[in-house]
């Protein structure tokens, strides 16, 4: 196994998540299996990864509980637990202490070892930074008294909401975790989120590295394309030496559901084969020509937005629908859009063109807005 250096740890660079445990329930999430899990848990231990990664919302709610008693067998101080705040319900701001005793309650320790504001997005970000919630205030008086030994957050809102927490709180966070994979890294602009880490010295934690199972199998002509380079590499295994070229990278989170995934991506991490110049070149090649065939290539010149009469932020609104299209629904669009007033939403276009006459690119601006609306029904 892998290791990395984080302050005065040695933590596995591979971590377990467990949002997508292997499960009994016909709805995908619950219940949980625990007999596989424990077992998958085994294996994990005794391959050398000491990072397990919960949330309060994980399997609607009962992630914490099962990898609590799944842990509790194995010794506190051989394994690392980290779990989150859920503040992306905004219901949640005013329970912070509630909630946090509760997490310690379900996962059956005394402390964690990480601890996350979970979900920075634009609806949220302003709550989290409000004072008269107490939530920071709350958890650094937590850390102080030794039940969150260190502290961070995770993201998947823009990069300027990023911008806007971290110039809020970034003195205080200890890592940050973001979306981070090969399709993302200029889809999501990934890229810009790494060098804004950089910026703050924080350390990258990574959610997401196979993008929820999508980069775990390509298309024929793709897997050919890598098997060329390094024959001996498995499909997703690509996923995992991208982010083994990405300096600052400390923690990898992968979701996995059964054993077979935790031995394969095991077995990627007995050893570093980070990308060279010319397989990194490809692989960012290939994951351009993914997104192009069926999104909308808008550069944000922002010639759109001086001509739309609702005052629309169009460039931010096609990227959005251009990640819901791509992949083909999820959460991170309707969660975006639902921060927005409604006369800022894709409803609010009245179809009249006026920014379609200036897109140098020359894209079908208000049929996209119109499609956007149907698929977030």
């Known amino acids: ?155 998947h809102g823009s990069l300027e909401v990023m911008k806007k927490f971290l110039e809020a709180y970034g003195k205080y966070m200890e890592f940050g975790q973001i979306q981070l994979n090969y399709l993302d890294y200029e889809f999501q602009d990934a890229k810009a989120k790494i060098e804004l880490l950089n910026e703050y010295n924080i350390p990258i934690w990574v959610m997401e590295p196979l993008r929820g199972g999508k980069l775990a199998k390509l298309s024929e002509e793709q897997e050919g394309t890598l098997k060329a380079l390094r024959p001996e590499e498995k499909i997703p295994a690509w996923a995992f030496r991208f982010l083994q070229s990405i300096p600052g990278v400390i923690m990898v989170l992968s979701g996995m559901s059964n054993k077979e995934q935790l031995e394969e991506n095991i077995k990627t991490y007995e050893e570093e084969k980070p990308l060279n110049e010319e397989e990194m070149k490809i692989l960012l090649e290939m994951a351009h020509n993914m997104v192009k065939g069926n999104t909308l290539p808008c550069t944000s010149c922002r010639y759109c937005t001086a001509h739309c009469p609702k005052g629309i932020d169009i460039p931010k609104i096609l990227a959005l629908y251009n990640e819901h299209v791509f992949t083909g629904g999820g959460f991170i669009a309707p969660m975006a859009i639902s921060a927005l007033p409604d006369d800022k939403k894709p409803s609010a276009c009245i179809g009249c063109k006026s920014c379609e006459a200036v897109c140098p690119q020359q894209l079908k601006i208000a049929e996209a807005m119109s499609n956007f609306v149907d698929l977030l029904k």
């Not at 995908?28 to 231990?45: C, H, L, N, Q, S």
């Not at 990664?53 to 509980?65: F, I, P, Q």
């Not at 997490?103 to 004072?131: A, G, M, S």
């Open 1 to 155: 196994m892998i290791y990395k250096e984080f302050q005065d740890l040695k933590l596995s660079n591979l971590g377990l998540g467990t949002m997508r445990l292997p499960n009994k329930g016909n709805n995908g999430d619950t219940p949980i299996d625990e007999e596989e899990t424990a077992k998958m848990v085994e294996y994990a231990i005794k391959k050398g990864i000491n990072y397990f990664d919960t949330a309060w919302g994980y399997h609607n709610g009962e992630s914490e509980l099962v990898i609590g008693k799944v842990l509790k067998k194995y010794s506190r101080e051989s394994f690392y637990l980290a779990t989150k705040f859920p503040g992306y319900d905004v219901s949640n701001m005013d329970k912070v202490e509630e909630i946090f005793e509760k997490q310690l309650e379900k996962c059956q320790v005394d402390y964690f070892d990480f601890y996350l504001f979970h979900n920075v997005y634009e609806r949220n970000v302003n709550p989290y930074l409000d004072e008269k919630y107490g939530i920071l205030d709350y958890l650094l008086k937590q850390k102080e008294i030794g039940r969150i030994k260190h502290l961070g957050f995770s993201v």
